[in-house]
């Protein structure tokens, strides 16, 4: 059983940055692939980014290309976050999942597909 604990949430003003992170513990760090996701009030849950176990590939939604960069410290085993150029509908509360490694099929992006999820930790960004 995977366990994750998401920090570094917060309140930014737009145009700034946040670096949020998430600790993995419970199974082996390199044998799951690793994701964030984000929800809005009113809206359901969606992707942000996912990186694969070895970090040789990720995904980024549309709406967070080129502004937010996922990467995993293996020496800590925790997967981070690097959001800058916030806009006001970055605003969410962000969690952090994983999905067990499974070599026949490319890096997950679908929310069903994760297995273990954080509690989840707010971002609110300010115009």
């Known amino acids: 059983q995977v366990q994750l604990v998401e920090s570094g949430g917060g309140l930014v003003q737009a145009g700034g940055s946040l670096r949020l992170s998430c600790a993995a513990s419970g199974g082996a760090f390199t044998s799951i692939d690793m994701g964030w996701f984000r929800q809005a009030p009113g809206k359901e849950r969606e992707i942000v980014g996912a990186?694969?176990?070895?970090?040789?590939?990720?995904y980024y939604s549309d709406s967070v290309k080129g502004r937010f960069t996922i990467s995993r410290d293996y020496a800590k085993s925790a997967v981070n976050l690097q959001m800058n150029s916030l806009k006001p509908e970055d605003t969410a509360v962000y969690y952090c999942a994983a999905v067990r490694l499974d070599l026949r099929r490319g890096l997950r992006v679908g929310v069903s597909e994760y297995e273990y999820w954080g509690q989840g930790t707010q971002v609110t960004v300010s115009s």
């Open positions: 990186i694969s176990w070895s970090s040789t590939g990720t």
